[in-house]
């Protein structure tokens, strides 16, 4: 299983971003793909999850409003739209794939459930 994270990058305050998360080798029919953030000498966080099979969702509470996930199955890939972006957004974004244990089973924001990894992308926002 692989997981390609891009579309990271430097920007100013106020700006947006979108971040993309391709992931290839991952024969399941269904399962979470999730979003995490890692600050500077901070504990990586949870931003938000998705369900491959009904587009179930859940942000953690922080993430409400600014930042929107998305999935295009076609391209088994994952965004997250980024707007009016702060400097404490600044952060290495990661991308992660959970197993589901059925079908209706809602994603978690849980860092625990997640299995594989994406190499991360590197978000600075300037003030």
């Known amino acids: 299983v692989q997981l390609q994270a891009s579309g990271g990058g430097l920007v100013q305050a106020g700006g947006s971003l979108r971040l993309s998360c391709t992931v290839s080798?991952?024969?399941?029919?269904?399962?979470?793909i999730g979003w995490f953030r890692q600050a500077p000498g901070k504990e990586r966080e949870a931003v938000a999850c998705i369900k491959t099979n009904d587009g179930n969702i859940r942000y953690t509470d922080s993430m409400k409003g600014r930042f929107t996930i998305s999935r295009d199955n076609a391209k088994n890939t994952v965004y997250l739209q980024m707007n009016s972006l702060k400097p404490e957004d600044t952060a290495v974004y990661y991308c992660a794939t959970a197993w589901l244990p059925r079908p209706i089973s809602p994603c978690r924001t849980v860092e625990a459930s997640y299995e594989y990894w994406g190499q991360g992308t590197q978000v600075t926002v300037s003030s």
């Open positions: 080798g991952f024969t399941r029919d269904y399962y979470a």
